[in-house]
């Protein structure tokens, strides 16, 4: 029987710098069989580990339609996070995983999607995005709307691009107030604020957010007041320090579930029904 | 399989278990009772308040290495075990490892603590003076029960033992061992058993509380019921289904700890976000875990009403009496900020 708890090595194959704190690994493992039979689902995530300094939790940012690799988008914050960020190609580490639930992709296919990101929110996002680009017949139209503090902060700044000029896919990108330069083309205010001005309309479409947690609150009231979304049309992901990431340590315990377990996506009425500590 | 056992017999049965097995039962250790190896049969006690310390600490070390790692190279850590026997358990413990159980043993196996159950035998002892804190009848156990246990033996006074086997390992233990059990040892045992129970003061009907802790979450009433509480963390440590940990890197290793719901680190995300970052919330986590989440779940309340956490506050928090206390309608909701 397998030993949950131990990682996997897998070596680091290119970093790249999305800002000047977070950084995109793409890692495979050492395994090749591994390799090949590692699947997830978008949404999901994995504990990373550095040997000696610790383990965190990282979205996988890639898509499972893209096999051969995985990647993560990190942001500098802590201990383990700072050795993520000081790791050079060709380094070591430990990936075990995939946990959680995943989006619900039978639950999006054939509709239309908003998918709304603030910062390193749109990592697992783009997961999602690369999983609907590469199956687009199954959905319908994308829109993708995403804002970081400043023009400097937005991650994936290449891909943006890409996933503008993709069929049937409308992106806005905007930037807070005073965090805009002077070549900036895209939207200036608050990522729920934009999104009301845009008003998807909820007909067939379902709304999925990643961010900072206020900002996710004001999306959920935003979108279920006047833009008229039902609870049910809601995605949300929820973020809770996490350990063991398999219902063991206890640590992300809300309500009856677990975050890492039963999460960490859930829809706006699951959470509501959870009752009242988020 | 039923045995009657005089004393020396039973004597005799733990000194050849020592012989083969690790033995693990309690002693007095400077006035503090504690489960412990043991290598002679005069250190373990007979007749005994419930130990300080519940036998988790044997599946779920407070301190217990995963693997450790040498330049990238991960070593898992040894888990063979020798044969243990727990010796003198009570029933009220036994309970707690299938608790635990529907932990560490669900889909995704602990093999930490799944190699610990798998080599330890428990023989259990019935309990004939229970404490004051103690209501374990209020939890689905009793003082006589063998839930959980391989062997239970039941002290029938004047020298004479009374034990049942519940497993088959149980069994090989007893076999060719003291005499059959007739009709008359049958009636003692249930009239011992009886007495002890109505021993027991402490009745409380946990179905109640699920309702209550449902209705009461906003209330008020929790920030009155933490007032005392300092946040120490005792009644998560010393109670046998508590099983939070924590897991760090060290020297050389990955180590993984006990935690618990009371300290503030324990939800504290690196951004500074903590969902339970007041007392109130963090005391109310364990009442609504152990009596409301783990009941959903899985069908029985996280408790074996052991009474150890409320033998040991250092504060006397009776935690049958905050839930007894919690309105049973909601009260002002005071929502958290
Ligand atoms: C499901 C999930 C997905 C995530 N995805 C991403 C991502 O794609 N990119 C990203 O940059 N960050 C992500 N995070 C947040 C990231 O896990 C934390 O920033 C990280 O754990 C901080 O670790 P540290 O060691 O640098 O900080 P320290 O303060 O040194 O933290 C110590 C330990 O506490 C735990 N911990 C602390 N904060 C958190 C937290 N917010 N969430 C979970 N565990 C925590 C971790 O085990 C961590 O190693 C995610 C969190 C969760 C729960
Ligand atoms: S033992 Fe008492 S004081 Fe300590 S955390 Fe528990 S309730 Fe609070
Ligand atoms: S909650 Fe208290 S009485 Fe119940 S099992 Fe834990 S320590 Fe024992
Ligand atoms: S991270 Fe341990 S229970 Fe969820």
Redesign the interface.
């Known amino acids: ?7 996997h ?1 897998a070596i680091v194959k290119e970093i790249i710098s999305e800002t000047a704190d977070i950084k995109t690994f793409r890692l495979t493992f050492e395994d090749e069989r591994l390799q090949k039979s590692f699947t997830y689902l978008a949404g999901q995530f994995v504990e990373f ?1 550095v ?5 965190a939790p990282f979205c996988l940012a890639s898509s499972p339609t893209r096999p051969g690799q995985i990647e993560c988008t990190i942001k500098k ?2 201990k383990v ?1 700072q050795a993520i960020h000081d790791l050079e190609v060709g380094d ?1 580490v ?1 990936i075990r995983g995939p946990y959680g639930n995943g989006f619900p992709l039978k639950e999006l296919r054939g509709k239309n999607l908003v998918l709304v990101g603030g910062g390193i929110g749109l990592a697992p996002l783009r997961s999602l995005i690369q999983n609907v680009l590469d199956k687009r017949d199954e959905y319908g139209d994308v829109l993708i709307i995403y804002g970081a503090k400043s023009t400097e902060e937005l991650v994936y700044q290449k891909e943006l691009e890409e996933w503008e000029n993709s069929p049937r896919v409308k992106m806005v990108l905007t930037v807070d107030p005073g965090g805009e330069d002077q070549k900036w083309q895209g939207e200036i205010g608050f990522v729920p604020t934009i999104l009301e001005k845009v008003n998807p309309s909820p007909d067939n479409r379902m709304l999925i957010t990643c961010g900072p ?1 206020i900002m996710i609150r004001y999306v959920l009231l935003g979108a279920t007041g006047e833009m008229g979304y039902r609870p049910q049309q809601i995605i949300t992901t929820l ?3 996490m ?2 990431g ?6 992300c ?4 579930v677990y975050i890492c377990k039963d999460g960490p996506v859930f829809t706006y009425q699951q959470l509501k029904d959870l ?4 | 399989m039923k045995r009657l056992l005089k004393k020396e017999e039973l004597n005799r049965l733990l000194l050849g278990l020592m012989k083969e097995y690790d033995v693990i039962a309690p002693i007095d250790e400077e006035g503090l009772i504690l489960f412990r190896p043991v290598t002679k049969v005069e250190q373990v006690l007979w007749d005994y308040p419930n130990s300080l310390k519940p036998v988790k600490e044997f599946f779920l070390p407070p301190r217990e290495v ?2 450790q ?1 040498k330049r ?1 190279k ?1 070593q ?1 850590a040894n888990l063979s075990l020798k044969k243990r026997v727990i010796w003198g358990v009570r029933p009220c413990d036994a309970r707690s490892l299938l608790l635990l159980d529907k ?2 043993l ?1 889909s ?5 603590y ?1 190699e610990k159950r798998k080599s330890t035998l428990l023989v259990g002892l019935s309990c004939n003076h229970p404490e004051k804190s103690c209501f374990c009848t209020s939890f689905a156990s009793g003082p006589h029960h063998k839930e959980g246990m391989d062997l239970l033996i039941a002290d029938l006074e004047e020298g004479i033992f009374l034990l049942e086997s519940n497993s088959p390992e149980g069994e090989q233990l007893l076999k060719g061992r003291g005499k059959e059990v007739n009709k008359i040892d049958e009636k003692i045992r249930t009239k011992i058993k009886e007495k002890t129970e109505r021993k027991i003061e402490r009745k409380l009907k946990p179905s109640q509380f699920l309702e209550r802790l449902t209705n009461g ?2 209330s008020s009433y929790w920030e009155k019921a933490s007032r005392q509480c300092i946040s120490c963390g005792i009644c998560r440590y010393l109670c046998p289904t508590c ?7 060290e ?2 290793e ?1 180590v ?1 700890f006990w ?1 618990g ?1 009371s300290f503030r680190n ?6 500074g ?1 903590n ?2 970052f007041g007392k109130r ?1 963090r005391f109310k ?1 364990w009442y ?2 152990k009596f409301g ?1 783990f009941k ?2 899985h069908g029985v309340f996280l408790c074996v009403g052991c009474g150890r956490c409320l033998r040991n506050c250092p504060v006397k928090i009776d935690f049958s009496e905050v839930l007894q206390q919690l309105p049973a309608q909601a009260q002002t909701p005071a ?2 900020g």
């Open positions: 029987m397998e030993n949950i708890y131990l990682p090595s580990s040997y000696g300094v610790g383990e914050m802590g996070t070591q430990g947690p973020e809770m320090k350990k063991c398999l219902g063991k340590c206890g640590r315990n809300i309500g009856r009752g009242n500590e988020f | 995963l693997f790692f990238g991960v898992p932990v560490f669900d995704t196996q602990d093999v930490y799944r979450f906003d099983h939070c940990f924590d897991i760090a890197d020297e050389g990955r993984r935690d719901c324990f939800t504290k995300m690196t951004s976000e969902p339970r919330e986590q609504y875990h989440y959903e779940n929502r958290e």
